[in-house]
């Protein structure tokens, strides 16, 4: 359980959003296969090679605190942590983008709900 949840937190940090979301998927979806006996269909294969692909940047060491009956993760060392503080401070700071920017995105990101609520207004 140590190893699996000190994984997690290492992916956590090191693989991207979509990565995450795809790794979970294909993992449920990897494993009903198995379950199912369809180990020698070709998409196991497929599915294979996502998953080790994803691995290749989850490396670095993981701080974990044991204590007797539990055990707490305290943090992690990588290379490839997307959470390194040199990009910004959660909630805090950031020094990727401006303020004007981010406004920008939003407006972006948001038009198809714009148009949805507009065509649907009397709804």
Known sequence: MITIKAHHLLEKHTLTKW???HKDYLSS???MHLHE???LDPV???MEAFLESSQAKVTGDV???LQPYHFTLDGIE???DLMNAKFGT???ENKSWTAS???GFIKIIGNSNKIYNQIHQES
Do not use: I, P
Request: aromatic share 20%; hydrophobic share 25%; glycine share 12%.
């Open 29 to 31: 979806f990897y494993g």
């Open 63 to 65: 701080y974990v605190t």
């Open 19 to 21: 990565q995450l979301q």
């Open 90 to 92: 959660y909630g805090e």
């Open 44 to 46: 196991m294969r497929d």
């Open 78 to 80: 990588s290379v490839n």
């Open 37 to 39: 006996g369809q180990y």
């Open 101 to 103: 920017e981010a406004k």
